[in-house]
Structure formats: C-alpha cells, structure tokens
C-alpha cells in the first residue's frame, strides 16, 4: 500500500490530476496515478532506511510529513512527459525537487524528521554521572 492515495492527491491539489494527469480515454487513468504513487514510495524508503527508522514501509497511521512528500513525488510522475515540460507545470517540477531535496537533507542529517509512529521524544537527555567526590561533609576541614 502506497503512502498517498488517490484522494490525499486530490484533497492537497484538487483538479490538478484532471486537468494534467495521466488519461486513458478521456478518463483519468487511475492505474497509471497508482503506479506514480507506489515509485513516489521508493526514495522515501530508502531515506527512512538511512535514519535507521524502526519500520520501513511505515505501518498506519502514516505521518503527516510522509504523505506530504509522496503526494508531491507522485503528482509530477504521473504528469506525462509532453506536459510536464511545458512552462505552465513548472510548479510541479519545483515541488518534486524541493521533496527530494527535503529527503536527501534528512538522509544527510541536516533536517530532523518528526518521531517515529508509536514513539515519543524524550523530555529530558538521559545521563548518569558517578556519586560526587568533594562533597561539603568531605571538605568539612578545609
């Protein structure tokens, strides 16, 4: 199962994919828009492998972040070539860049992605430090 749907594209940019996507017949070619959203999976797999992440595909609820990006991978792969060349789909090309860029800033650890699902920062560094040495009661005489 692909992180994106149908559904999460068309909720983040609504009638892009009629407008431009894939068409079979006149019709949105839905099996060409999954297939963009299966490959949108790949990079963000293995960038997640990079950050050692605890479960690569990531299991349900998928976050926010991830969608994000598989969404605006997916939309410009399933935009055909002969469209996605022309000046007017340009933004698509931008927002699939600045993906792969976010991707490749958290595989390089100059972005921090949020916690894993099921996981939650730590309040506080966890440390432990040896009993103390020149307490008061043993500098009583000094």
């Keep these: 199962m692909s992180y994106a749907t149908l559904d999460d594209l068309e909720r983040r940019y609504p009638g892009e994919l009629t407008q431009a996507g894939p068409q079979t017949g006149g019709a949105l070619d839905e099996e060409a828009v999954e297939r963009a959203l ?13 950050l050692q992440w605890t479960t690569v595909p990531v299991a349900a609820p998928v976050p926010d972040w991830i969608i994000t990006l598989a969404v605006d991978i997916a939309l410009y792969l399933a935009t055909p070539t002969v469209l996605a060349s022309q000046e007017e789909f340009k933004d698509r090309r931008k927002r699939y860049e600045t993906a792969l860029a976010t991707l490749a800033d958290l595989a390089a650890g100059r972005l921090l992605p949020a916690t894993s699902p099921g996981e939650s920062a730590p309040a506080s560094p966890a440390f432990r430090a040896p009993e103390r040495v020149f307490t008061p009661a043993a500098l009583g005489g000094f």
């Design 38 to 50: 299966s490959a949108a999976d790949d990079p963000i797999n293995r960038t997640l492998r990079t």
